[in-house]
């Protein structure tokens, strides 16, 4: 009976992981210190399983029930757009221990929550997180007004294992993006007019040199474009998921 009584738990805690997953695509990494799971949520929206943690990334209540979904060990928050931040996912995902990383404009939205600056370095639940400059370079809303003015996005690194994960946030392919070393897995967003073309990503990717590349918040830009585009780009894997 008591070997059945820890059983239970388990069987009820990993089909719920299951179940919240469903429908959503999932790929799962090699690691030094075990398998990460990525699970592709949509548009800039992704949650990662490591570690017995999970790690959300903009959550948004427009692609899942979060009820559903398994509680947040971190939330890292890439800038203050609704699309981005949106206050009642983080209230059904947050706990009292959850670690909820975010920008500086978000701050006064979020109680409780780590500031990260352009360049800033932390530790969360054991993860190393690095915040890296996310803005427009071309695309603007208006002349002299671009979309992601520089200084108050982030696209952040985290470190799993042996293994570095840029996720880009909404921004262009700066100089600070392609500058990055010992990238692993890129995920660069490609959604017109408000971050990347392709170009502007196979750009980024040939300097990044990650392993996998995927196109995330792509929205209805052609992801083939990006396929053909780093075709002779051998060391890079470019893998599409439904993130539109």
Not at 78 to 95: C, F, G, P, Q, V
Not at 135 to 149: A, K, T
Not at 216 to 235: F, M, N, P, Q
Request: one cysteine or more.
């Amino acid at each position: 009976m008591r070997r059945l009584f820890f059983l239970v738990p388990f069987f009820i805690v990993f089909f719920g992981l299951t179940a919240a997953a469903r429908g959503f695509e999932t790929d799962t990494i090699q690691t030094s210190a075990g398998d990460l799971k990525i699970t592709f949520i949509g548009h800039g929206t992704l949650m990662f399983a490591f570690g017995g943690k999970v790690i959300h990334v903009d959550p948004w209540t427009t692609l899942a029930d979060y009820s559903r979904m398994p509680k947040a060990d971190i939330v890292l928050i890439t800038h203050e757009h609704r699309d981005h931040l949106d206050l009642k996912a983080l209230e059904i995902l947050r706990t009292e221990k959850t670690v909820t990383v975010l920008t500086e404009i978000c701050a006064g939205r979020i109680e409780g929550a780590i500031v990260m600056h352009n360049g800033d370095v932390k530790t969360a639940e054991g993860l190393k997180i690095e915040a890296v400059p996310a803005y427009n370079i071309v695309h603007m809303r208006s002349e002299g007004h671009p979309f992601h003015p520089k200084g108050v996005g982030n696209g952040y690194v985290i470190t799993f294992g042996d293994k570095r994960v840029y996720v880009a946030g909404d921004t262009e392919n700066t100089t600070e993006m392609k500058n990055l070393k010992d990238i692993d897995i890129a995920f660069l967003p490609m959604n017109l007019p408000y971050t990347m073309t392709p170009e502007m990503v196979a750009d980024a990717a040939k300097a990044l040199k990650p392993k996998v590349l995927y196109p995330y918040h792509y929205g209805k830009t052609d992801t083939s474009r990006i396929v053909d585009l780093l075709k002779d780009a051998k060391e890079i894997e470019v893998r599409i998921r439904k993130m539109k």
